[in-house]
């Protein structure tokens, strides 16, 4: 990767004035946008506000229909399928379905992490005998359940699960991770475990969180800045204390 002036150097993720259609739906509509490294940012709205699709324009999976997206210092449009492949195992994303294997074991599904630096064979090999035992095992005490290495993965909590697909994005080492409505299908109590546990790891190893969020107390409480959108704009991007009742009223369109 090449050097970047020093004033970008730290810049994560950028958007460029980028729009991404659906057939004639703009899901995403003129947005610019910078995410600085260490930072945790809630992208907040409305269901159809666009944050699934801006999750997936900053992760490489949807490209967009007029813009440039730059993640770490990289141009997407511009790159090699190789180049976009090395730029996307940088990028850890997790999911609101967790896209687990439910059959297998807890610790297969964490060394999925490492699918994007292993040989295939070397990925057929560990189903039969689990390669990097140590690697899952220090992942799966990160987020506190490092009992449940063996245990069948449909056999856990949908808590345990989400857990179980966070350490599989610890083993993949990326420096941003990007979470798509992770607390969507759990309980309020499950949701504020899972939003502690993404906040505490970003402040203990520095790397930068952007998660999408329903929950606009979830995300004053554990992201630093708070990005809300409507039908695939920018309504507001603003430090999470300065985001006030006003600015919710005004993001849902609540009339008093």
């Not at 809300?228 to 991007?237: C, H, I, M, N, S």
């Given at each position: 990767m090449p050097d970047l002036p020093l004033e970008t150097s730290n810049i994560i993720f950028e958007l460029r004035n980028v729009t991404h259609q659906f057939g004639s739906l703009a899901a995403v509509r003129d947005v610019t946008l910078q995410i600085r490294a260490g930072e945790r940012v809630a992208l907040v709205g409305p269901s159809g506000a666009g944050k699934s699709t801006l999750i997936s324009l900053l992760n490489g999976t949807l490209s967009p229909s007029q813009g440039e997206v730059w993640v770490l210092g990289q141009h997407l449009a511009r790159l090699s399928p190789r180049g976009l492949r090395h730029v996307q195992r940088q990028i850890g994303t997790i999911y609101q379905q967790f896209h687990l294997v439910n059959n297998l074991r807890v610790i297969h599904n964490v060394n999925a992490g490492h699918l994007g630096r292993?040989?295939?064979?070397?990925?057929?090999i560990s189903l039969a005998w689990p390669l990097d035992v140590d690697t899952a095992a220090k992942a799966l005490a990160q987020v506190g359940i490092p009992e449940k290495i063996y245990e069948r993965t449909d056999r856990l909590s949908g808590g345990q699960q989400q857990r179980v697909a966070i350490a599989r994005v610890l083993v993949q080492q990326p420096q941003a991770i990007l979470a798509d409505e992770p607390v969507s299908s759990l309980d309020p109590e499950r949701s504020r475990e899972i939003m502690?546990?993404?906040?505490?790891?970003?402040?203990?190893?520095?790397?930068?969180?952007?998660?999408?969020?329903?929950?606009?107390?979830?995300?004053?409480?554990?992201?630093?800045?708070?990005?809300?959108?409507?039908?695939?704009?920018?309504?507001?991007?603003?430090?999470?204390?300065?985001?006030n009742e006003t600015f919710i009223r005004a993001l849902y369109k609540i009339t008093a």
């Open positions: 292993w040989t295939f064979l070397k990925g057929v502690s546990l993404l906040r505490d790891l970003s402040q203990t190893t520095g790397k930068t969180l952007v998660v999408s969020l329903h929950d606009i107390d979830l995300a004053r409480s554990h992201c630093d800045r708070i990005v809300g959108l409507r039908e695939g704009q920018v309504v507001f991007d603003r430090p999470a204390d300065e985001v």
